[in-house]
């Protein structure tokens, strides 16, 4: 069969209307046999008339042999039956497939006794429905496909014997493994067709109406009479095995992610109450190229019993006993999962709001029944009464209701426990865990005076990155829920929550940071990473040698080392010690796992073992064998975590180099006597930190020199600051003094020399530091500028036996100065641009033998000799060296719209509004 939209809408119309034909609404049936049949349907109502018995009916054999003969006997098989729809033909037949239903290999079996007694049985060897537009975006185009080829997928089978004025009728449905593919763009253009198919018109409707209020009428007269009832009794079991719905997210892709609902097994019974029960109920996301082998669960497998018996229960008698019981549900919904849901189904919104403005509007074929009701009205007054909206007779009955006798509806739920675990955007690893230990809820009488309780205890925990540990956000805390409902005298409903317990929550900065970041994340357009790109760790080695690392959890003597991997000099890897699959299934991390084993390639050193990933900080390891000065040199583990919660683990010397200037320097070290040779050189990019190979830690000897390229300058010397005093430049004189390190120039340029501050950070009160280095050096600017003024400005300083150096700073920026000799005195003029005031007079910024004595004045004056004083603030920071900020004490914004003059006695200033 191939069908339209309009040859489906035809049908439907003609499947609506036939029956008024035949129930008397045709023009060609003459009045008079309408009056007559109304009339005798009035008696029949009011129960005068009885049907009589045929002769022939009385004379038939009713011994039990006779009436257990088959008196039909049907076997009918089809090897396919299938239904083609065709889309976009509202004006005429096309060729435009949409989808194609096919049962296949169908067979139905039918048994019929004289007395009544019948049983049929039906199979089914697959129902498949295909995608077979022409023009689509869907790769799959079976939204349900064949599952098994030699098993039959549905099978049937109903039964009806009798038992005196009784009847049993029992219906067994099978299905196994149906399968649903949902593709939203496919289900557009299906809901497209069924708009126009299946619209129907108000007139119908009406229709539609009378007929079914007839049916009431007919049925409440029915139940008003005892005229030899028949109960049939009902019971059917349905057994649906393996069902699955696909909803893809990106339907054109062959490997596009999917989020796959799953059931084991789902039973229904209602044979003497009715029982359900639902096992291994999940969900997982995969990928439909590796739909088998690649899964990520989303709700782990349960099961779910639900029973309710309501035997006995009548109008007045409310008998129900519903029971149900849950297992314990754990559900991970992880940010990309989330995103992944929200894209699909605002890609469907799409979809479908854009098609809802193109649908188009059915026409009204379906002829009234009004005149029909008019002309029966006078004769079946019983009947078209029935038809009238308000029927004073039944609201008069409806109101009467039956006084409840026996209340006894009781309801309990047994969960055995919820668990929600989201997880984050990073290496899998889980967020907040939000837990509800198992409870019972109980409930009776709903269908009158309503009384619920339950007690919930629950506990939330947040997953801290920074120690790979769970954390308490939620103390355990129980509450109590009664809800109650009353009807008379006058219908209430009261809730009340009642906890004994306070509730407890733990923030901490990380916390409220983790949460923002979560919501951030499914607010905003973030680009998320894979999976797999990912990891828990980043591994740096700047240790001067290659590594070899491994997981550090078997014996030292064994021949495998787990998850071994070589890491080269001044290079990374990403590491974890399980898989992301794993860590997603446990939920948690093995804090036995946290360790590794380093061994340096090619070096006299022993294989350091037990080295901690767990927290951040710094873990100092001292190397064995003792060198041949007698000392030992040591390996610092330091961990930091990253804004992007990656641990970044650091393996080097006790010495960081850090560069907070601008420029990318090269950081030379060796081991010499007195000419300073370069063996190892580190470059170290602007802001960056590196750490000195730990062979030229205790012994070596340091340079620098700026990486630029407009002009080149050679290593440099080392002078102490403010005794401009020649010394090395080495960890025992950087723990004593800061440093000026001058890098003279190496061609003609501009510069004669380039200068850097070298500061050591470290703590003093660690007594470790007086025989080894522990220790940060400090790469600065010696001197830095800030105008804090409303205008530019053009600095100049100057130095005794040194060119000047002069360059412009635009307002509210900073300059750094590498040309300044801090160990020379020197002099700042500068010019305010754009303003009436000529150059300053000097002002004394450094004075290397007395640094209090410096200006903190800069004083401006103007060609009719007003003077300003500007004034100098000094900064000096251990990390960014010596910041000068240039400032005006006062500053006046005339907003008035008059010109204002303001005098201090001295000076006499004007400002034009």
């Given at each position: ?5 309009l ?14 034909v035949f129930s008397?609404s045709?023009?060609?049936?003459s009045f ?22 045929p002769?022939?009916?009385q004379a ?17 098989n ?30 139905i ?30 790769r799959?185009s079976?939204?349900i ?7 039959y ?11 005196g004025d009784?009847s049993?009728f029992?219906i067994n449905l099978a299905?196994?493994s149906?399968?649903?593919?949902l ?8 809901q497209?067709?069924l708009?126009?198919?299946?619209f129907?018109?108000?007139?119908s409707?009406?229709?539609d ?16 009479q005892?005229l ?5 009794n ?10 699955s719905?696909i ?6 892709k062959d ?10 097994q789902?039973?229904l019974?209602t ?6 029960n639902?096992k291994d ?10 739909f ?15 029973l ?10 409310f ?27 605002n890609?469907?919104?799409?979809m479908?709001y854009?098609?809802?403005?193109n649908?188009?509007?059915a ?6 029944v009004e005149?029909f009701?008019?002309?029966l009205?006078k ?9 009238t ?33 989201l997880i984050?955007?990073v290496?899998e690893?889980?967020?907040l865990d939000?837990?509800v230990k198992?409870?019972e ?7 009158t005076?309503l ?5 919930i205890?629950?506990l939330a ?15 355990p805390?129980?509450f ?7 009807a008379?005298p006058?219908?209430s409903?009261?809730i009340?929550?009642?906890s ?5 929550f ?17 607010t905003?357009?973030?680009?998320l990473?894979?999976r797999?790109e990912?990891a828990?760790?980043?591994i740096v080695?700047?240790?001067?040698y290659?590594?070899?690392?491994w997981?550090?959890?078997?014996d ?20 974890s010690?399980e898989?992301?699959r794993q ?7 093995d804090?036995?796992?946290n360790?590794?084993?380093?061994e ?7 294989i ?11 873990e100092v390891?001292?190397?064995?064998p ?9 390996l ?7 804004e992007?919660k990656?641990?970044n683990?650091i393996l080097?010397?006790t010495?960081t180099?850090?560069?907070y200037?601008?420029?990318a ?6 081991n ?10 580190i470059?170290v990019?602007?802001g ?10 205790y012994n070596g000897k340091?340079?620098?020199?700026p ?9 440099s ?5 403010g ?8 960890w025992?004189?950087?723990s004593?003094?800061?440093?000026v ?13 380039y ?7 470290f ?5 470790f ?13 010696p001197?830095?500028?800030?105008n804090l ?6 600095w ?14 635009k307002?509210n ?5 590498h ?5 020379s005195p020197?002099?700042l ?20 033998l007395?640094p209090?004595?410096v200006?903190r ?7 009719d000799g ?14 960014s ?11 006046i914004v005339n ?9 201090d006695?001295?000076t ?6």
């Amino acid at each position: 069969m191939k069908l339209n939209e309009l040859q489906a809408k035809y049908l439907m119309n003609l499947i609506r209307t036939v029956p008024a034909v035949f129930s008397g609404s045709s023009s060609n049936e003459s009045f008079d046999e309408i009056a007559t049949d109304a009339t005798r349907a009035n008696k029949i109502i009011s129960g005068k008339v009885r049907n009589p018995i045929p002769v022939a009916e009385q004379a038939i054999d009713s011994s039990p042999e006779s009436m257990s003969r088959v008196s039909l006997d049907l076997d009918f098989n089809i090897p396919i039956l299938a239904l083609t729809l065709f889309n976009d033909n509202t004006a005429s037949i096309g060729q435009d497939a949409l989808s194609r239903f096919s049962l296949n290999d169908m067979g139905i079996k039918f048994e019929m006794k004289r007395n009544g007694d019948f049983k049929s049985d039906l199979h089914i060897k697959s129902f498949v429905v295909q995608d077979i537009r022409e023009t689509k975006d869907n790769r799959f185009s079976y939204i349900i496909p064949e599952v098994s080829p030699t098993d039959y997928q549905f099978m049937a089978s109903a039964i009806s014997t009798r038992n005196g004025d009784a009847s049993d009728f029992d219906i067994n449905l099978a299905i196994d493994s149906p399968k649903v593919i949902l593709a939203f763009d496919y289900l557009i253009a299906l809901q497209s067709y069924l708009n126009v198919a299946l619209f129907q018109d108000q007139s119908s409707h009406v229709h539609d109406h009378a007929l079914a209020t007839i049916d009431e009428v007919v049925e409440e007269d029915d139940d008003t009479q005892t005229l030899s009832p028949s109960v049939t009794n009902y019971s059917y079991k349905v057994n649906v095995v393996d069902p699955s719905v696909i909803l893809l997210a990106d339907p054109h892709k062959d490997d596009s992610e999917a989020i796959v609902f799953k059931i084991g097994q789902c039973i229904l019974d209602t044979k003497s109450a009715t029982s359900f029960n639902v096992k291994d109920v999940g969900m997982f996301l995969c990928k439909m190229n590796t739909f088998d082998t690649n899964r990520l669960r989303i709700i782990d497998d349960f099961s779910l019993n639900f029973l309710m018996d309501s035997r006995g229960s009548t109008s007045t008698h409310f008998l129900s006993k519903i029971e149900m019981s849950v297992q314990y549900l754990l559900m991970r919904l992880s940010l990309r999962d989330i995103k992944l849901a929200l894209e699909v189904f605002n890609r469907a919104s799409v979809m479908y709001y854009g098609n809802s403005e193109n649908t188009v509007s059915a026409t009204d074929d379906v002829a009234s029944v009004e005149e029909f009701g008019k002309k029966l009205g006078k004769y079946a007054p019983s009947i078209i009464s029935s038809i009238t909206p308000s029927t004073p007779n039944r609201s008069r009955k409806n109101s009467m209701k039956p006084e409840i006798l026996v209340k006894a509806e009781n309801l309990t739920v047994n969960i055995e426990g919820l668990r929600l675990v989201l997880i984050g955007d990073v290496h899998e690893l889980p967020v907040l865990d939000m837990e509800v230990k198992p409870f019972e809820f109980v409930a009776k009488n709903w269908s009158t005076d309503l009384e619920a309780h339950t007690t919930i205890k629950s506990l939330a925990n947040v997953f801290n990155y920074s120690t790979s540990l769970w954390e308490p956000l939620l103390d355990p805390w129980s509450f109590s829920l009664h809800v109650s409902k009353t009807a008379s005298p006058r219908e209430s409903l009261a809730i009340d929550v009642v906890s004994r317990d306070s509730a407890e929550f733990t923030l901490t900065s990380r916390t409220v940071a983790l949460l923002s970041n979560i919501s951030s994340l499914l607010t905003e357009e973030v680009e998320l990473k894979p999976r797999d790109e990912d990891a828990p760790y980043r591994i740096v080695n700047e240790t001067g040698y290659d590594l070899k690392i491994w997981i550090d959890d078997a014996d030292l003597e064994a021949e495998s080392r787990n998850q071994l991997t070589t890491l080269k000099n001044n290079e990374e890897t990403l590491w974890s010690f399980e898989d992301w699959r794993q860590v997603r299934e446990t939920l948690d991390v093995d804090n036995n796992l946290n360790f590794i084993g380093v061994e340096m390639i090619d070096s006299e050193y022993d294989i350091i073992r037990k080295v901690s990933l767990k927290s951040e900080g710094n873990e100092v390891f001292m190397l064995t064998p003792a060198l041949s000065d007698g000392y030992h040199n040591r390996l610092n583990c330091e961990i930091r975590l990253g804004e992007d919660k990656v641990k970044n683990v650091i393996l080097k010397s006790t010495i960081t180099v850090h560069n907070y200037t601008e420029t990318a320097i090269q950081f030379g070290a060796g081991n010499y006597m007195g000419t300073f040779v370069v063996d190892r050189q580190i470059n170290v990019p602007a802001g960056g930190r590196r750490a000195v190979p730990i062979d030229y830690v205790y012994n070596g000897k340091f340079s620098i020199r700026p990486d630029t390229t407009n002009q080149i300058f050679g290593w440099s010397r080392s002078k102490s600051l403010g005794k401009a005093v020649v010394i090395d430049f080495d960890w025992k004189s950087m723990s004593q003094n800061d440093m000026v390190l001058e890098c003279p120039r190496s061609e003609n340029g501009r510069a004669r020399n380039y200068f850097f501050r070298a500061h050591a950070q470290f703590d003093s009160s660690e007594a470790f530091n007086r025989v080894y280095p522990h220790m940060t050096i400090n790469i600065s600017p010696p001197l830095e500028i800030h105008n804090l003024l409303p205008f530019d400005l053009q600095w100049s300083i100057f130095q005794s036996g040194k060119k000047r150096s002069t360059e412009l700073l635009k307002k509210n920026e900073t300059c750094f100065n590498h040309t300044t000799d801090m160990n020379s005195p020197a002099v700042l003029k500068v010019v305010v641009i754009g303003s009436k005031y000529g150059m300053s007079a000097p002002a004394l910024i450094i004075d290397p033998l007395d640094p209090d004595e410096v200006s903190r004045n800069l004083v401006v004056e103007s060609e009719d000799g007003q003077k300003l004083q500007l004034g100098i603030r000094y900064h000096n920071d251990p990390r960014s060296g010596l910041k000068i900020s240039i400032y005006c004490p006062y500053l006046i914004v005339n907003r008035t719209g008059r010109d204002l003059f303001m005098s201090d006695g001295k000076t006499t200033l004007v400002s034009v509004g």
